[in-house]
Nanobody
Framework: QEPLVESGGGSVQAGGSLRLSCIVS????????LGWFRQAPGKEREGVAQ???????YYSDSAKGRFTISQDRSKRAVYLQMNNLKPEDTGMYYC?????????????????????WGQGTQVTVDS
């Protein structure tokens, strides 16, 4: 069983919307952070949006105002609503989970603190 499974990716025209979903395996303790990261071809992985246990959210500058992260821990799920998509949003989107219950302020925005990662879901935005 995969620790995290993403869904909802696809191909859209610029200006369109997609909603990504991620389900966390029951074998994993969902700790302080759930997050979404992406990697474009030839580029390094970058953070997109993250959310803490209490609901504090972090967004990259490119995601602010267009993307919304949400969670339903009773369903072991994290979501990413993406609106007004741009060609530069194209990439593989990964969700991630941190098992440890604590995190210092801002820590959840850092990929290095996550313990489990999904296989990714592809998002392609055509101009």
């Amino acid at each position: 069983q995969e620790p995290l499974v993403e869904s909802g990716g696809g191909s859209v025209q610029a200006g369109g919307s997609l909603r990504l979903s991620c389900i966390v395996s029951g074998s994993i303790n969902i700790g302080a952070c759930l997050g979404w990261f992406r990697q474009a071809p030839g580029k390094e992985r970058e953070g997109v949006a993250q959310i803490t246990t209490s609901g504090t959210t972090y967004y990259s500058d490119s995601a602010k105002g267009r993307f919304t992260i949400s969670q339903d821990r009773s369903k072991r799920a994290v979501y990413l609503q993406m609106n007004n998509l741009k060609p530069e949003d194209t990439g593989m989107y990964y969700c991630a989970a941190r098992e440890t219950e604590w995190a210092t302020p801002g820590m959840c925005s850092q990929a290095r603190v996550y313990d489990y990662w999904g296989q990714g879901t592809q998002v392609t935005v055509d101009s």
